[in-house]
Structures are given as structure tokens and as C-alpha cells.
């Protein structure tokens, strides 16, 4: 059964960091991309992140760029994503998602978590 698993979030002030966790099993992680996403209250859903399954390619969606940086340890069956400088717009709730190929250009996602929040505020 293929399921992954957010774990990292929190309440945090702004400028600080989190490090947000994607565990993964049911599934050989090394041969898919994963995509971070997040969805604030009132928002769309959106993509924040993606790494390939050989880590060559890494996305990020432009408000993120130079803040946020994304790894993944294939061993360890687990993504990250490390969040610093963080805003009060990052605010949502961030979920992984496993998409249906090795590469991030493939946008279809077919698993996702359950999602973990993230709040900024001081």
C-alpha cells in the first residue's frame, strides 16, 4: 500500500526555519519524483517544490526560490523540504505527492499525504 507522510510542521515565527519531512512507503522511492505542494485557507492548491528521483532536477515555484531547498535521502525512503526565511505567506497546509514518473516535468501527481500545517506568526 503506498502511502506517504508529512511530518515537520509547526508554528513558527517569521525569519525561522522548519524542516518538513515526506515519509514514503509501499513504494520504491528512488524511482519517482516527489512535489511538495501547499494550500492556504481561501487559496488553490499550490506546487512549491519538486525533486527527481536522481535528484538532478529540482523545481521551485518562484516565491520560494532562495529560501526553500528541497533533498531526499532514497535509502532513508524520506523527502524534505527545508523552509527558511520563513513569511507569514507561506502560511498553509504543505502535503507531498508522488508523481507518476521519475521526472518533475511529468505534473500528474497519483499519491498524496495527508498534510502537515505550517503558521508564521509572531
Known amino acids: 500500500q503506498v502511502q506517504l507522510v508529512e511530518s515537520g510542521g509547526g508554528l513558527v515565527q517569521p525569519g525561522g526555519s522548519l524542516r518538513l519531512s515526506c515519509a514514503a512507503s509501499?513504494?520504491?522511492?528512488?524511482?519517482?519524483?516527489i512535489g511538495w505542494f501547499r494550500q492556504a485557507p481561501g487559496k488553490e492548491r499550490e506546487g512549491v517544490s519538486c525533486i527527481s528521483s536522481s535528484r538532478i532536477t529540482t523545481y521551485f515555484e518562484d516565491s520560494v526560490k532562495g529560501r526553500f531547498t528541497i533533498s531526499r535521502d532514497n535509502a532513508k525512503n524520506t523527502v524534505y523540504l527545508q523552509m527558511n526565511s520563513l513569511k507569514p505567506e507561506d502560511t498553509a497546509v504543505y502535503y507531498c505527492?508522488?508523481?507518476?514518473?521519475?521526472?518533475?516535468?511529468?505534473?500528474?501527481?497519483?499519491?498524496w499525504g495527508q498534510g502537515t500545517q505550517v503558521t508564521v506568526s509572531s
Open positions: 509501499g513504494f520504491t522511492l528512488a524511482n519517482y519524483a
Open positions: 505527492a508522488r508523481r507518476t514518473k521519475y521526472y518533475c516535468s511529468e505534473k500528474e501527481s497519483d499519491y
